[in-house]
């Protein structure tokens, strides 16, 4: 497994932040991917692990292009192993 310099930590809390009105009380998202919106922002879309259904976490990095490639990075990472 290599090492992400932190972002494997970032990409957790990223994980465990996403809102969900479920009354789970951890929940994070689940089967997901990573996409990039028009303002190169980065969009997390899958599931809720409390209730199932779809849930998606916004990150805004349309300032830091670098960071939407490390994210990915990550999840294609996690996805081989
Ligand atoms: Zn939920």
Not at 12 to 26: G, H, K, N, R
Not at 35 to 59: K, Q
Not at 64 to 72: A, S, T, Y
């Amino acid at each position: 497994m290599r090492v992400f310099n932190g972002d494997e930590a970032w990409v957790s809390e990223l994980e465990e932040s996403i809102f969900c009105t479920c009354p789970a009380q951890t929940k994070k998202l689940i089967q997901y991917k990573v996409f990039v919106n028009d303002l190169n922002d980065l969009v997390m879309r899958g599931l809720c692990s409390g209730c199932h259904t779809i849930a998606a976490r916004y990150v805004e990095t349309g300032e830091d292009p670098e960071k939407v490639e490390r994210i990915k990075e990550v999840v294609r990472e996690r996805k081989k192993g």
